[in-house]
């Protein structure tokens, strides 16, 4: 029997190798005085960049650019906002990765206003957006975040009472996704394998989580598969084209399946640690992958009841596991121990490269949500799973 479920809505979505030439057209649906948002590693300098802003300089955009270097910050966003809240932009345009596509999608909000972003994130602000906001294209050049599919933009303030949070309303879902797979052949091993791992762990988190349905199961599988196939192919070639393409599929669905199904442990230690450090995000879910799921599997298994997310955990298993015949729970573990392995494989650091202390862990887990978490885990259990990964 298929159970009652409620699903958002998605951007108009453009996918596949070379789609980004439809760019120019899909702008001009909304005017010609278009923001760009790159990042970095500029888009604008790598040949697919620069033809863009030449075709685009060609058919008379009056093109503004602006470019992020980390994760956004309040200050970032209002910088943005107010360096052209009186420029008469018909459309913001992202092209980067996941910082990139949540600047665009805040700057997209809240340049009408003006107003400070801070006053309107979730947990520290306390006004409630409109949801008025300038039109905007998200156009992802990394496979991993999924942002160009999600309804919030995440934001992040460094320090000792930093935090992690998001601007989110149902209209920031961007009116369009233009997901090139071509845009991500540039990306370097560390890059592919950080923001592969992040598209992992929500895809894995939205399917075992308490509030996904048969809709975004149907997708979160499927996502997966790709992921199972192609993360490695990628991280190793970085120009195998159908890898790239299963990669980029597995990311954008998992904004979907995140923003309809919520998110685990995984994630609520990355929104803690985000908040804390300068750290990746891709790198915080990657690296904690494997302690977090061995424990959730452990937990399950020792609670001796037939589980849906057992269940689950042995359905992801058995397309990552070559071995025919066993049990949820022979497939529970091993998929919990591939993960490991591929951790190792990846090269993902610790998260004691970025400064994290076993004396930090305490405050980490004091800011740790269990929201969508499969499982209910101890304090103990938290502890253990950071730990492991310093």
Do not use: W
Request: net charge neutral.
């Amino acid at each position: 029997m298929v159970e009652s479920f409620k699903f958002s809505r998605v951007p108009q979505i453009i996918f596949g190798p070379g789609k980004l030439k439809e760019l120019p057209s899909v702008i001009r649906k909304y005017g010609s005085s278009v923001l760009i948002i790159t990042g970095a590693r500029s888009f604008e300098s790598t040949a697919r960049g620069k033809g863009l802003f030449r075709e685009l300089e060609s058919k008379q955009f009056a093109i503004h650019r602006a470019r992020i270097q980390n994760e956004p910050s309040p200050a970032d966003i209002d910088k943005i906002t107010g360096n052209y809240l009186k420029k008469n932009i018909d459309v913001v345009v992202a092209i980067g990765g996941g910082s990139v596509m949540d600047t665009g999608k805040a700057v997209s909000a809240m340049i009408l206003s003006g107003e400070g972003v801070k006053d309107y994130l979730e947990g520290v602000g306390t006004k409630v957006h409109s949801g008025i906001k300038l039109p905007f294209i998200a156009v992802p050049t990394t496979s991993g975040t999924g942002s160009e599919t999600t309804n919030n933009a995440v934001i992040s303030e460094i320090g000792e009472k930093g935090f992690k949070k998001s601007l989110r309303h149902d209209n920031f879902i961007p009116d369009y996704a233009i997901v090139d797979p071509e845009l991500t052949l540039s990306c370097d091993p560390e890059i592919t394998a950080a923001s592969g791992m992040d598209a992992f762990s929500q895809l894995l988190e939205s399917y075992l989580s308490d509030k996904a349905s048969i809709f975004t199961d149907s997708l979160a599988v499927e996502g997966l598969r790709c992921i199972s196939m192609c993360l490695l192919k990628a991280y190793k070639d970085g120009n195998y084209i159908e890898a790239r393409t299963g990669m980029a599929y597995a990311a954008m669905v998992s904004g979907i399946t995140l923003s309809n199904a919520g998110l685990g442990v995984v994630h609520g230690f990355a929104s803690a640690l985000g908040g804390y450090t300068e750290i990746p995000h891709g790198i915080v879910c990657g690296t904690l992958m494997g302690s977090a799921n061995r424990k959730n599997v452990d937990v399950l298994c020792k609670e001796h009841k037939i589980k849906n997310a057992l269940i689950k955990y042995g359905i992801a298993g058995k397309m990552f596991i070559d071995n025919k015949g066993k049990s949820d729970e022979y497939y529970a573990r091993a998929f919990a121990d591939h993960i490991e392995e591929l951790i190792t494989i990846l090269k993902l650091p610790r998260l004691g490269d970025f400064g994290i202390k076993t004396e930090h862990a305490d405050k980490i887990v004091d800011s740790t949500s269990l929201k969508n978490n499969p499982v209910s885990l101890s304090r103990a259990d938290l502890l253990e799973i950071i730990l492991n990964r310093i």
